[in-house]
């Protein structure tokens, strides 16, 4: 970033009429804006110099081309902030896909372990229906507690 004496050093390098006040600086995200008013073939003009870390200085004699500067900022933080959005939704989205997986996974968990102990108080003895609640259980809590349950590749 510049100083107030490096900001005027710079204009009058440039020999652009006789420098009358500097202004600044002001700030739009991480430059500085500067402006300056010389004194040119009799008439007051406006230059504005914006400075930022690690880049020269860029100088705009003309308001225009400050505003066209500018707009490019502007579009280009509108594009950042898009950009932000999107992957915000993205990561909703990821989160409520968990959160469905979480939930039915916790459901089927519960209505497999009532149903074996159900069975076991009963003493029905069925040997198929012991062995399928037992794989609910291990894959609802396998998906609750490790994440999403994927099912192994069969060759």
């Not at 400050?66 to 939704?89: I, P």
């Not at 149903?115 to 794989?135: M, Q, R, T």
């Amino acid at each position: 970033m510049m100083t107030k004496n490096e900001i005027i050093t710079y204009i009058r390098s440039r020999r652009e009429g006789e420098l009358f006040e500097c202004y600044g600086p002001w700030y739009i995200g991480s430059a500085e804006i500067w402006e300056v008013w010389v004194k040119d073939a009799g008439e007051f003009e406006t230059r504005f110099v914006v400075s930022e870390q690690g880049k020269p200085p860029e100088y705009f004699s003309q308001f225009q081309q400050f505003c066209e500067f500018v707009s490019g900022r502007e579009s280009l933080a509108r594009v950042r902030a898009e950009e932000f959005d999107r992957q915000l939704g993205t990561a909703k989205n990821e989160h409520v896909y968990k959160l469905i997986s979480l939930s039915v996974a916790t459901t089927s968990f519960v209505v497999c372990v009532v149903a074996l102990l159900y069975f076991i108080a009963e003493g029905v003895s069925a040997d198929f229906s012991y062995l399928a609640l037992l794989g609910g259980i291990l894959a609802s809590g396998g998906t609750m507690f490790f994440g999403n349950w994927k099912m192994p590749k069969i060759k």
